[in-house]
């Protein structure tokens, strides 16, 4: 059913917005194509970007306005008009840093030069004025209707990313152990998407903050997204953790079948706690951590035998595995602690 719904909040608040702002022109009886191209334009995800931008697209739709009187004064309605107006606005907005502006301000210089015929001042006065009421209007309307909560949408996508990274996780240790080929291909296409998610998910972090300037959070929200940030600051050290495990050379391993089974009795367990949270022991999940301990201290002795090998290392694929597992182990810990406080409805 998602794919049929085509109405969010920011569409319905650019709807508004383009009503509010035609309607206020039209009762000042100024053209309002250039006010509803501001306005549209200046629905950002967050009111904190429609404020900052619209900042910096005031400056340069006036910049784009002065062009086209000029060179409509100079070369009257012809095509050296039209490009001398384009470029020298680009260029400009470009040399102010106006960067934000620039497509707007092209905008506006372009089609001012269509509709100028006489009265330039006070064209370029009306230009400006619309320019002011689509900013205005926009970002009121992004300030109090429909004002963005993306806590919601990112505690989901963190616990998406956590089912996936259990996927990932099982599938990666059972492949090696198992000592059968994994399929890196599509091992490595969960990693991207994965690392995509996650930064999908701290840009709408950063939303969140931004958007707190101006709608205050209570002390209930405050904790979410304070537990929210720790969440995705554990999964980015999971998931490197997991590129770790997919870079490390695995080519043979010196565990014996019992070794082997413990280790994927405590991966499935991890796999599974990711998988479902509400599954997750403190206390079971200590004991095996308890128990990897013991096999990395005897792995890493075993390692450092001269008797084992002719030349001894620190650092085997056992211990590389063994490390990253108890890496992970103790993120995860972090990952569901204090699951109540925090988990979607």
Known sequence: MKRFRFFGGRIVKTGIAVFLTSLICQWLD?????????????IEPTAADSIRKGLIR??????GSAYAVLFIF??????ITYTAAAV???VTCFRLKLHSGLLVATLTSVAMIEVIHSNFLISFFIRLGTTSIGLLISTAVNLFV????????ILNNIYSMARTTGIELENILKAILAEKEPDYQQIRDTFSQLKRKLDKT???????????????FDEQSKKVFRSEQEKLAALRLIHYHIGNLINTPLNTLLWTDQEKQ???????????ALKN????????????????????WKSKKDAADPKEKNSPTFFTAEIIILYEILSIYNLVEDLLDEEDASAPE
């Open 30 to 42: 100024w053209p309002a194509v250039f006010a509803v191209i501001t306005a549209i334009v200046t």
């Open 58 to 63: 005031f400056p340069a739709s006036a910049i």
């Open 74 to 79: 100079l070369f009257g309605n012809s095509p």
């Open 88 to 90: 020298c606005t680009i």
């Open 146 to 153: 429909f004002p963005p909560n993306y806590s919601k949408l």
């Open 202 to 216: 701290e840009m709408l972090i950063r939303f969140q903050k931004e958007e707190s300037k101006y709608h205050r």
């Open 262 to 272: 413990k280790v994927c009795q405590t991966v499935e367990s991890l796999a599974t």
């Open 277 to 296: 949270p509400d599954k997750f022991s403190s206390e079971a999940h200590r004991n095996q951590i308890q128990s990897l301990m013991t096999q990395f």
